[in-house]
Structures are given as C-alpha cells and as structure tokens.
C-alpha cells in the first residue's frame, strides 16, 4: 500500500520505518525541515533501540521517504496515519489538541475521496467522533487506532503488537486497515479488537491509567514499608505470585515519567470533568501524588544520608533519562531529582548514557560527567536514578576509590545492596530497610 505518516516524532517515525518493514511504500510528513533531513539522511533524532538501522535500510531501497508537503502526502497516499502529539497544556491538566486538529484539517483539505484516515494520537474520548466529521465533509473514513508502544521496545511492539485495537464505525476503512495490518496479523495472529471511536479512545488511557496506579500502588507500600522498617521489594516479591496481582510494573522506585502516563493520566482526570464523571477518577489525583512523592523522598533520603543538609555537598548521579533504552527527559523522575538537589545548594554531577545532549540543551546549570566515574569522582553521595545497565555493572569497590563518601541511595531498587555494603558503602533504596 501507499501510505502517508503525519508527523515524524517518536510515534511517527517508528510507525512509518515499521511499515516500510512491513513491505509498504511510505512517506512522512513533518513541519520541521531540520527533522526531515536528519529522517531523510536516515538518521533517527531520537534514541530508540533497533530503529536507525530499520530507518537506514527503507531510506536507501526507496520504500520510506520524507517531505515537508501535506499535500504531496495526502495526494500520493490510499491511507494516512496522524501520529502527532498531544502535550499538557501549559498550567492545565487537558490535552492541547492544536497539532492533531491541524493535521485533520490539513489532510481534510487534499484528501481524495473514498481514502481512510488513521488516528493513533493519544486523545481525550470524543475527539475521534468531532473528526470524523471533518474527514466524513472531504469524502473519506476515519478509523481511531491506538498506539501501545513502550519506549526502548518500540519497533517490536509495532512489528509485534499483543493487540490492535481499532475504533470503526458503519465499516467504513476496515478494508484499507486490515490490508496495512495484514502482514502483523497473519504473522502472529494478532488479537484484532474492533470497537466504537470513544472505546478505541479510552483502550488507551484506561491502559496507561491501570499501568500508573499498580506503578503508584507499590510506591504507597514503599512508604508504608519505610514507616515500619519492612522491604517493599521483597513484598511485591510475594503479592506478585498471585497470578490475579503478577509481577510487571510492581517495581517500587522513582515511579513513571516520560511522555506518556503523566500527561495521560492528567488529561483523563480533565476530561472526566468535562463529562460530569470526575468522581470516577479522583482516584487518579492520589495517584499522580503518590508518584511526585516519591521523588520528594529521594532527595529527602540523601539528605538524611548527608547528615541533615545537602549544602555545600558534591552529588554525583547517575542516571537522567526517564527510563534505560531512552533518551528522553519529559517529566523525568531522575531529572527532577537532580535539580532538586542542586537547588538544595549541591554541586551535581551527572551521567547518562544518551540523554545528556537533550538535557544540557535545556538545564545547562549542571554539570554533565564523561563517565559514571567522572560523575562520582569525588562525590559525597551517589544517587542511583535510571536504571540503566551500565550502572548495574559497577564494580563498588572500584567506585569507593574515587568518591570522598562511599554514600550511595539507589532510587530504583535495582542495584545488588549486598554487594555494594560488602565493598564498604552505606547504602539505602526507597522502601527498604537501612542497612
């Protein structure tokens, strides 16, 4: 099939690479001209494992290619896939629809008749049935898919999702959808899940609001766990046998960040207020506070570990990305833990594998290490917050020989504390014991 991707951030691009995989001919589409050139050269803008070299090899057969022209796009295409954002507004919980409404209208303005429109944007539920009839008045059909991808996993949850959910109504683009998906669904048998435009919507804020509050459940026990002198690890350890409880996203730490569940969830909360339901998510508020929390008591713990003040302290961090296998730094928990702690009056150090360009752009106060070592070089305490593998592969011992305190607070329960308290650290992770 021809087909056209509107916008080439993270979900763009990683979607228009997948279906050229896939045997498509596909062309992106974006607004900012330096980002197609990058895309055009076959370079990713962005860290995501797997994808340049996917990107590189459909640049060069021909089969993906990029423009600044909708209209190009659009009049070239049989199927068009709108995958722009849809950020928090400034000082509000809602969604800022300004980019999607502006893609609709642009495709809108150059569709050919009888050719279907994809949303898989984030959205907040009615948005699809309001477009609709933009896309219905240019002579085509809307389906609502949305995207399930997880940063550091997204080619393979493109190529091969657990589900597809499609929002269709009265039929209309199910032929054209199921002839871009076929190759996904009849290599894996993929489960198909056809439903109303406003299930579609909420498949995935449901989705992303389930993931926050079993995230923020086993942070509350972390703070109860620290209260009583338990170990939250070993807790989620033993309620994650039961197979109704399991054990995926019962990690106590940090908790979420990043583009997606932050914004989701506050978005969701918004426009369940909008439709007069707000009572039904008010859960979602404690939630959002549980993890905001969590980050307040890291900063909190290296304070304790620095004997009541973090002024005047050298810190050395490790870690600034919202999660391993990414670059990014939207509401990252990490992040906001080292400015914190430089506002505490802390010299910060810090390393991270790939996001440290996108963060010196923006927090150039910092000082931005070479090295994990450099990082911790005489360091008074060391803040784990990303984990990143690397920084599980630390040799304690060699570490204590360079910091001036062998203080460590691991903010991701995923360093080993045996063996960093058999090298001579005093070590402490958010919702475990001192030891």
């Known amino acids: 099939m021809k087909m056209s991707v509107i916008g080439t951030g993270y979900l763009g691009a990683t979607h228009a690479a997948a279906m050229a995989e896939l045997g498509h001919e596909v062309i992106g589409v974006d607004v900012d001209l330096d980002k197609i050139a990058r895309l055009t050269r076959g370079e990713v803008p962005f860290f995501e494992p797997g994808l340049p070299e996917l990107l590189s090899k459909h ?7 990029f423009t600044a022209s909708v209209q190009e796009a659009v009049e070239w295409a049989d199927i068009h896939f709108v995958c722009v954002g849809t950020p928090q507004k400034p000082g509000e919980y809602a969604a800022d629809l300004r980019y999607i409404d502006a893609s609709f209208g642009a495709v809108a303005e150059h569709l050919r008749p009888g050719t279907t429109v994809v949303g898989k944007s984030t959205v907040p539920v009615g948005t699809a049935a309001r477009l609709a009839v ?9 389906v609502w ?13 493109t190529l091969h999702p657990d589900r597809i959910v499609l929002g269709i109504e009265d ?25 109303d435009y406003a299930t579609a919507e909420l498949v995935k804020v449901a989705a992303n609001s389930f993931l926050a509050t079993k995230i923020s459940f086993i942070n509350a026990m972390a703070e109860v766990c620290e209260a009583t002198g338990a170990d939250v690890t070993m807790l989620a350890k033993a309620i994650g046998h039961d197979e109704r409880i399991g054990h995926r996203f019962l990690h106590a730490g940090l908790g979420f960040g990043g583009g997606c569940l932050p914004k989701d969830i506050r978005a969701f909360m918004a426009r369940a207020g ?9 859960f979602l508020k404690n939630v959002d506070e549980i993890n905001l929390r969590r980050r307040a008591r890291m900063v909190d713990l290296a304070r304790e570990l620095c004997d009541g003040s973090l002024a005047g302290r050298r ?19 990490a992040l906001d833990v080292a400015l914190n702690v430089q506002r505490a009056g802390a010299a910060v150090r810090v390393y991270d594998p790939e996001a ?48 001036a305190a062998p203080r460590i607070v691991d903010g991701r329960n995923a360093l080993d504390p045996d063996k960093w308290i058999a090298a001579g650290w005093h070590f402490r992770a958010l919702g475990r014991p001192y030891r």
């Open 59 to 65: 640049v060069a057969t021909g089969r993906l290619r």
């Open 134 to 142: 933009l896309v219905r008045a240019a002579g085509g059909n809307l």
């Open 145 to 157: 898919n949305p995207e399930f991808l997880r940063e550091g996993f997204a080619v393979k949850d």
């Open 171 to 195: 039929g209309a683009g199910k032929a054209a959808i199921d002839e871009a998906y076929a190759p996904i669904v009849s290599a894996d048998d993929t489960p198909v899940v056809i439903t």
């Open 274 to 282: 909008e439709l007069g339901v707000d009572q039904a998510l008010s």
């Open 315 to 333: 810190v050395g961090v490790l870690g600034l990305a919202f999660k391993p296998n990414s670059d990014d730094i939207r509401d990252s928990p």
């Open 356 to 403: 440290m360009t996108t963060a010196e752009g923006l927090y150039p106060s910092l000082f931005y290490a070479a090295s994990p070592a450099e990082a911790c070089r005489d360091a008074d305490i060391v803040l784990h917050l990303t984990e990143w593998s690397v920084f599980r592969e630390l040799d304690p011992g060699e570490l204590k020989s360079l910091v």
